[in-house]
């Protein structure tokens, strides 16, 4: 497996590290990842990304949840096992209402869960590199990969853009 080599800047507040990511942008300087020991309002407007499909495949799973909930009851009380509860009509959708809440929870639960670990890679066999287990205490990172013989340079761009400290890393 050939080695990839990163540079990485600290921040210490994250205003500091949004005004780094801008100073870096406008020198056309690609960032391969940022880290943050909490989520940083406006962050993801600045790095660009692209809205998550999370919500909808939350949204398809409590839709496919509630659609086999209530399908399976009516089925159940009206084909497979019709029973007369004290005259109570055999589809009676308002005691159908608490198996099929539930369900939709159930099932967009799930897809939300697996949808996130899948989508984040993470889980079992995931092979995540930590470059500083401070930044899940107190401090930001920005992470730039380096090509070729550019980490010096890297380097003196991250201070430039603020940093309070800068390392390189081989993976």
Not at 54 to 64: E, K, W
Not at 102 to 120: D, N, P, Q, R, W
Not at 135 to 152: A, H, K, M, P, Y
């Amino acid at each position: 497996m050939a080695e990839k080599a990163f540079v990485s800047g600290y921040y210490l507040d994250d205003k500091d590290l949004v005004d780094g990511i801008k100073a870096l942008q406008e020198k056309n300087i690609e960032i391969a990842d940022v880290r943050t020991p909490f989520p940083v309002h406006g962050l993801d407007k600045v790095l660009k990304m692209r809205r998550s499909r999370l919500p909808r495949a939350g949204f398809i799973a409590g839709v496919m949840g509630a659609t086999i909930g209530f399908g399976f009851q009516a089925w159940v009380f009206t084909e497979a096992w019709p029973l007369n509860f004290g005259g109570k009509p055999f589809l009676s959708v308002p005691s159908f209402i608490p198996v099929t809440f539930e369900l939709t929870v159930l099932m967009a639960a799930f897809a939300l869960v697996f949808g996130f670990l899948i989508s984040s890679k993470l889980g079992p066999g995931a092979d995540n590199v930590i470059f500083d287990e401070e930044v899940t205490n107190d401090r930001f990172q920005i992470l730039l990969e380096v090509s070729g013989e550019n980490s010096e340079k890297l380097q003196s761009e991250l201070q430039a853009a603020g940093a309070e400290g800068v390392k390189h890393h081989d993976v």
